[in-house]
DNA sequence: TTTAGGG
DNA sequence: CCCTAAA
């Protein structure tokens, strides 16, 4: 039966099968998800989730296999041939499992790819500051703590295998080979329609739709962890990080979509909801901020454990900050994890001479919006974070000053000039910490004042960073006024303010309170995105190249059948007839892979390099590439909906190809 | 979003 | 494979 079948590629089978070009509108069903490659995220969550799948899969896994169609299928490197039969006995199905070891090894060879781009990215740079070192490790005391110990619970509690975000079942068995499909033939159960993805039911989370009786679609609830905690959880797809990966995605920032179907006419309706983009303020809390600003026009000082020292701006003679260089200098020292250049702790109040000093303790750390999926690991979200923190700070760093709440511009002012030289206008000194000179204008906010710490600063204000921090460059490019630094030994408005002029106050009282996180200005997103790239900065990982993934003869074969049947100019019908399941070929993929196997049946044998195709197969290639090319034109009208017909013409097509084929051979 | 082609 | 103009 395999044997005939093998052969039976007829051409007489084209219009018999050729499935008439529905609408686009009509056409959209199943596609999206699957031409959506989100190897990263399943390759990301290959490590942590292997086991609880496997196990998974023992107990849940069912295939309802069946084959009303006579076709190939290829699907995780696996091709289902499913064979028809015209009575209702059970049907053999071959599995065969090519790529099981292969999946998994270029699972975890991407897994550890994307580790060492990590390193390369920060390896050799130490862009931990000593507080930011703790927060890698999660020892820190400042308020980014406090975000993961109130948050980072619940990442952890999450269930990763219960929020698999996958966004196709494909994934999941291409990875993680079921049990099933590991051995080379299995024998289903016969039902009607096409063989089901078995690893459907291999995760908790998804919800299997029933499109008829015989064909299951998946809904996936893609639940997103998001450290707001007043937000439930946000479902996204996974396809989000794959475009987080590319900084022009920032643009407009990444628009997600649900999936969400209705049984209308039987089929999945996906019902694609615009969710807000993930890096954009909250607008109620920019705007909160924003009008905060306007009540505190003080600045305060942040002290190294993250609290606020009101004493750390000082006169002092002992050390000398000789004009804004040397103070930017030292602050960026600082932002960068160095040890503070200055470090007067304390200094007495006694301003002998001119010199000014400066008591720069620690950097807040600007609120950064992190998000990842639930499914992510603690370790991932711990890298996350550092790659967000490394890029903010490792971009260039300009240094501004604000005096009075505004920015002090002339570079070549001395300070005693500008006024920073006697106590009374300390109080209301500020630096900010601001992208590099090749940025853009700093955007709106960061004219205004520094943001008070007495600024109600909760979990929720974080900023949104990539979960995938393929530290793009669009992070560090995407920081205006990312850092502030604030500086004020007392508060003009101290009504308002919570914090005293006493150091012990603040420390870990404020930090309990999620109060190390200072949003500092004008993070807004608009402002991110305008922003161009600093071509120093750019880094070249942005757009990761996919990685390379030949295709296999099984999926070749599937290839050519599905031209075969439906013409070349279909790469989307032929994607959904033959690859629906394999996510990871796109039909452009498909579309470039037929180019090439033209190519290569056109070129001699001794010029093929790779997995040699079969000649037989290559035969096939050209044949219907031949026909296609004839038949384009008059395809387009001939075919009706439903017209199913042999013609004469379709005949001499089959002898024809028979011919050739023969003859090539 | 898909197709079609160039790179 | 990537990128992108066009549709």
Excluded at 37 to 55: M, N, P, T
Excluded at 185 to 204: C, E, Q, T
Excluded at 331 to 342: D, F, I, K, V
Aim: glycine letters at 6%; one cysteine or more.
């Amino acid at each position: 039966m395999v044997f005939k079948k093998r052969f039976d590629y007829g051409f007489n089978t084209f219009n018999v099968r050729n499935v008439p070009r529905a609408p686009r509108s009509n056409r959209r069903c199943r596609s999206r998800q699957a031409v959506e490659d989100s190897q990263i995220c399943a390759f990301e969550l290959l490590a942590s989730l292997a086991g609880q799948l496997l196990q998974e899969s023992e107990s849940s896994a069912s295939s309802n296999a069946s084959g009303a169609h006579d076709r190939v299928s290829i699907g995780n490197d696996v091709v289902k041939r499913e064979i028809h039969s015209d009575d209702d006995k059970p049907l053999k199905i071959e599995f065969v499992e090519q790529g099981s070891c292969e999946a998994s090894a270029a699972a975890s060879e991407s897994t550890t790819e994307n580790n060492d781009n990590v390193k390369e990215i920060h390896g050799d740079r130490d862009l931990c500051s000593p507080d930011l070192r703790d927060l890698c490790d999660g020892k820190s005391e400042n308020g980014f703590k406090q975000e993961r110990d109130a948050k980072g619970l619940d990442i952890g509690k999450s269930s990763i295998a219960s929020t698999c975000p996958l966004k196709d079942p494909v994934e999941l068995p291409m990875t993680f080979p079921s049990p099933d499909n590991s051995k080379r033939d299995v024998k289903l159960p016969s039902r009607k329609g096409p063989i089901p993805n078995a690893s459907f039911s291999r995760h908790r989370n998804i919800k299997l739709g029933s499109k008829d009786d015989d064909e299951n679609f998946s809904r996936f609830n893609r639940l997103s962890y998001r450290f707001k905690a007043s937000r439930p959880p946000a479902r996204i797809g996974d396809r989000r990080i794959r475009k987080l990966l590319t900084s022009k995605y920032w643009k407009a920032g990444p628009k997600l979509k649900d999936y969400e179907h209705s049984k209308a006419d039987g089929r999945m309706k996906p019902l694609y909801r615009k969710r807000k983009a993930y890096y954009n303020y909250d607008r109620y809390q920019y705007d909160t901020l924003c009008k905060r600003r306007k009540f505190f026009d003080r600045s305060s000082i942040v002290t190294s454990d993250g609290g606020i020292s009101s004493e750390s701006v000082c006169n002092s003679p002992e050390k000398v900050v000789d004009g804004d260089k040397g103070s930017s200098a030292s602050m960026l020292h600082e932002a960068r994890g160095l040890p503070p250049l200055l470090t007067g702790n304390k200094a007495p109040h006694q301003s002998k001479n001119s010199h000014v000093k400066f008591s720069i303790k620690s950097f807040r750390i600007p609120e950064l919006y992190i998000e990842v999926p639930e499914s992510a690991t603690v370790g991932s979200l711990k890298r996350t974070v550092m790659e967000a923190v490394s890029a903010l700070l490792g971009g260039g760093i300009r240094v501004g000053v604000l005096l009075q709440g505004k920015k002090v511009r002339d570079d070549n002012r001395t300070l005693s000039q500008t006024g920073i030289s006697c106590a009374d206008n300390l109080d209301s000194l500020g630096f900010t910490l601001e992208p590099g000179p090749t940025k853009a204008p700093p955007p709106v906010c960061s004219e205004e004042p520094p943001l008070p710490i007495s600024c109600d600063i909760s979990p929720q204000t974080l900023t949104s960073f990539p979960a995938n921090p393929v530290v793009d460059t669009g992070i560090s490019d995407a920081t205006p006024d990312l850092l502030l630094l604030t500086n004020s030994a007392h508060p003009v408005d101290t009504n308002h303010e919570p914090v005293s002029s006493q150091t012990d106050v603040l420390t870990d009282q404020s930090l309990s309170e999620s109060r190390a996180l200072v949003p500092v200005s004008a993070m807004n997103v608009e402002a991110l995105n305008v922003i161009p790239a600093s071509p120093k900065v750019r880094k070249p990982e942005l757009a990761q190249r996919r990685t390379r993934r030949p295709f296999s003869v099984l999926e070749v074969e599937a290839l050519v059948q599905a031209v075969e049947e439906l013409g070349t100019g279909r790469w989307r019908d032929i994607k959904l007839r033959a690859f629906e399941n394999a996510d990871h070929r796109t039909y452009v993929d498909l579309k470039d892979k037929w180019k090439t196997l033209v190519h290569t049946a056109k070129i001699s044998p001794q010029q093929r390099r790779g997995e040699p195709v079969p000649q037989e197969l290559l035969d096939r290639v050209l044949t219907a590439h031949a026909y296609w090319s004839q038949h384009q034109a008059k395809q387009q009208g001939k075919h009706q909906p439903g017209t199913l017909r042999i013609t004469d013409t379709e005949s001499d097509r089959n002898g024809v190809a028979t011919t050739a084929a023969t003859v090539s051979m």
